[in-house]
């Protein structure tokens, strides 16, 4: 049946006209090139307890909610939970469903993946084990047991090591270091987990808010925890609550989309039209889904604005949702434009006949009647535009996913020079936001492009420094210094210089960075840190 691609595919098309949108002319093409569903579909299942210890059994969907974070950064495409749980309702197996190595590969095979990671786990007396294996699909193929253990307050860096090791697994090519992948990893207390992975299992509205809550209690800047107490609050009701936890999800984090949206879908519930405006230009702004774009109309028309300019754009992405028409007609008629409204109603009404507020609002079209002012009560019985309350996240993630891959296809057709200077700059604005794993990411792709980028050797020798490899920080920075000098290679040969008590060559480090760069932030913090130790450079 191929249940998750088939639905994926579903939206493909709209995708593909969105991503010509954003990129104009040469989208269609760069979509052709990306293949987003290439190899990267990556189903991982909830691990088998062999514990005898009680209390232990939620670990089991531990694994799938760290392993999918973690693959995501490595580029592929992860089956998220609802999904899974969809496809096995749609197969006709229980969500509890523990799968043996042939029903794996069965629903493998009937969700189109195109690796699973499973495995098992045992606790006995605080000590943890675990061990994965990644089942490659289209190769029938089976790897040998990953193995891990440590203490049990452990538990998350077990799995993120697993997750390493399966990575590498499903493509060799992966060049991160275990290091700068672990110290990606924001610290997370494992009572704060356990809860979090308890509410998200939980089916009691309540017991999976009261869930949340102690885990975000615990570990405040965890963001899944914020986003799904966020999402418990919307769905119950509390708006005001959800807008607090929506709004402390960052920007730059992968579900930043996601909290936007509810966020402002919360914004506009409570009347507060114009936030509500500007969370949905948010998202807007990174990814126009239709919907999202429609509703950046309904919110700008709630405070005096016009939508029609949003309400044409969605529209022209998804030409047969009648909502967008019935909008457009609301919006086109409050400007005056009686003949363009007709149309869009006439076409809305095509789309769905049985739509009795399309009909009232066809009949006060065609007689020409004025619309009342809106009122902030709504009682004017104005028609008024449609919100769209629902957010495809499958769409979203393959929507980004899509895109990540097109930029990818658009920097394989520059000169090897060019693309890795591009590649090394990404590299920069990662250790600029402190995503360090983005970073070596971006710095090793700069370096397949071209081994002579003395850039991208600089930024993986700061990236070594700030993960505690000196050696291999000591080992880039001069490799960049060889190609040619620049500041940052001298501050990393420095700091590594300074950490191993070698004090003169840190001090002529830091004097060299200086000369080419005076004002240099990480230049003059070794300096410093030089004089602190009665070191004078000049």
Do not use: C
Request: aromatic share 8%; charged share 20%.
């Amino acid at each position: 049946m191929q249940l998750l691609r088939a639905s994926l595919r579903n939206s493909g098309a709209r995708i593909f006209l969105l991503l010509t949108i954003l990129l104009g002319g040469a989208g269609a093409a760069l979509a052709q090139a990306a293949d987003t569903e290439s190899g990267r579909l990556v189903l991982v299942l909830p691990f088998e307890n062999h514990s005898t210890q009680p209390g232990v059994d939620w670990i089991a969907e531990s694994f799938p909610a760290v392993m999918n974070d973690r693959v995501a950064t490595a580029g592929f495409l992860p089956i998220t939970r609802a999904e899974r749980l969809y496809g096995l309702d749609h197969l006709g197996l229980p969500q509890t469903l523990r799968p043996s190595r042939a029903t794996a590969y069965r629903l493998a095979a009937e969700m189109d993946a195109d690796y699973v990671i499973l495995g098992s786990y045992s606790v006995d007396n605080g000590n943890f084990s675990a061990q994965a294996q990644v089942l490659d699909v289209r190769r029938a193929h089976m790897s040998a047991p990953l193995r891990e253990q440590n203490v049990l307050s452990k538990l998350v860096d077990v799995e993120n090591v697993l997750a390493w090791r399966a990575i590498r697994e499903m493509d060799p090519s992966y060049s991160v270091s275990q290091d700068s992948f672990l110290a990606a990893v924001s610290r997370l207390r494992l009572d704060a987990f356990e809860s979090y992975v308890r509410g998200v299992l939980a089916t009691n509205a309540a017991e999976r808010t009261r869930r949340l809550e102690e885990a975000v209690k615990l570990s405040p800047d965890y963001v899944p925890a914020l986003y799904q107490l966020g999402r418990a609050y919307f769905a119950s009701q509390e708006y005001e609550q959800a807008i607090t936890q929506f709004l402390r999800v960052p920007s730059d984090h992968p579900l930043a989309m996601q909290a936007a949206f509810y966020l402002a879908l919360a914004q506009f519930y409570t009347g507060q039209y114009q936030q509500s405006e500007q969370s949905f230009s948010f998202v807007a702004s990174r990814l126009p889904l239709p919907e999202v774009i429609n509703n950046q109309g309904v919110a700008a028309s709630r405070h005096g604005k016009s939508g029609t300019s949003q309400f044409q754009q969605a529209v022209t992405s998804d030409p047969k949702d009648a909502d967008y028409h019935f909008n457009l007609a609301v919006s086109l008629r409050r400007q005056g434009d009686f003949t363009g409204a007709a149309r869009e109603i006439q076409t809305a009404l095509a789309l769905a006949p049985q739509d009795s507020d399309a009909r009232a609002l066809q009949a006060l079209i065609t007689s020409r009647q004025k619309p009342a002012p809106i009122s902030g009560d709504d009682e004017n019985n104005e028609p008024l535009e449609r919100l769209k309350r629902e957010f495809n996240e499958t769409t979203v993630r393959q929507a980004a996913f899509a895109l990540e891959q097109m930029e990818q296809a658009r920097l394989s057709t520059k000169p090897p020079a060019q693309r890795a200077a591009a590649q090394a700059l990404d590299g920069d604005r990662y250790v600029a936001q402190g995503l360090l794993l983005e970073a070596e990411q971006a710095y090793q792709d700069a370096l397949r492009s071209d081994s002579q980028s003395f850039a991208a050797h600089a930024g993986l020798a700061d990236v070594r420094l700030r993960t505690g490899d000196t050696a291999a920080a000591r080992a880039e920075a001069n490799a960049s210094l060889n190609l040619q000098p620049n500041p940052l290679a001298f501050v990393v040969l420095g700091s590594a210089q300074l950490q191993d008590n070698q004090l003169q060559a840190a001090a002529a480090s830091a004097t060299r960075a200086l000369q080419l760069q005076p004002q240099n932030f990480g230049a003059l913090q070794l300096k410093r840190a030089l004089a602190q130790r009665g070191i004078v450079t000049p």
